[in-house]
């Protein structure tokens, strides 16, 4: 065995602070979520300019295309986050063994992988969540167009009523959706690393969940907090099974604003409270 593969037989680091941890975890996350935020308001804010200009010059809007249109922008827009995220995570996880990576390819501790075909097989299983969101936009556009012709508004009140009504809801709607995409993906990629590093290393890990213990936080994730596992094992959160935080086997109910973190550990150290 070379020394190479030696170096990288443990990512044992003996006691962890999961406050720490926790910390570490999210000020990455928060950062990405904010650089998505600011795309998606920018995303949004265009789309319904766009229809509200149609509208008021041409009296044209078609549902269907208006949802292509959307999906356009969302869709490549969200697979770069994706990709962005899951580098993030995997060379944070690095730098944290103190392996790090070189930047033109992703390493788990030391080992090349097939980081595309990961971050695609995820994003092939947000693609129909995505459109989702596409639809449910342009059908709230239309039901006010249909709304205004039918109180015989004029074309123009009709746009000012989609700039006044879409507008605040879509940067709520933006702000939900970096939130939840942004930490889905990110606990995702972090337990895609580890999996990885047991499954190539011949490690064996665990995982605690740590919830955010404030008054944000749902009372069946508060109640998790502490759950500890085998990486194979799901955590049971509000009596649904959950491989890692965002994991959609949750819910709706689970994934939703979710801001849990786990922490991977080898099964020798001790993660203190």
């Known amino acids: ?42 995303l949004f804010r265009k789309f319904v300019r766009t229809k509200a200009y149609l509208i008021k010059e041409y009296g044209v809007f078609d549902l269907n295309s208006a949802i292509q249109d959307l999906n356009e922008e969302l869709l490549p827009t969200m697979s770069q986050h994706y990709r962005k995220v899951f580098r993030a995570i995997y060379q944070s996880a690095n ?3 103190d392996k790090g990576s070189k930047a033109e390819e992703v390493f788990v501790m030391g080992r090349s992988i097939d980081f595309e075909a990961v971050v695609a097989s995820y994003y092939s ?21 249909i709304e205004g012709r039918e109180n015989n508004l ?28 942004t930490h889905n993906a990110a606990s995702f990629a ?7 590093a047991q499954s190539n290393l011949g490690l064996t ?5 740590v919830s955010t213990s404030d008054a944000r936080t749902r009372s069946a994730h508060s109640a998790a907090n ?42 020798q150290d001790v993660v203190l409270d």
């Open 205 to 209: 890990l665990i995982k605690k969940w």
């Open 226 to 267: 502490g759950q500890t596992r085998g990486m194979e094992e799901d955590f049971l959160i509000g009596g649904a099974p959950m491989a890692h935080a965002g994991d959609p086997k949750g819910g709706a109910k689970n994934v939703i604003n979710c801001r849990c973190v786990i922490i991977y550990a080898d099964e």
């Open 95 to 97: 730098e944290l063994h």
């Open 125 to 145: 299983g947000r693609a129909l969540v995505l459109s989702g969101i596409s639809q449910r936009m342009a059908n709230r556009v239309n039901r006010i167009i």
């Open 154 to 181: 004029t074309l123009s009140q009709i746009a000012k009523n989609i700039a006044d009504k879409v507008l605040p809801i879509s940067r709520g709607r933006a702000a939900t959706i970096a939130r939840t995409e």
């Open 190 to 196: 972090n337990h895609s690393y580890y999996e990885n």
């Open 1 to 42: 065995m070379s020394l190479a593969r030696k170096e990288f037989r443990n990512i044992r680091r003996g006691r962890i602070s999961a406050l720490r941890e926790v910390r570490r975890q999210q000020r990455l996350r928060n950062n990405l979520e904010r650089q998505l935020y600011k795309r998606l308001t920018s």
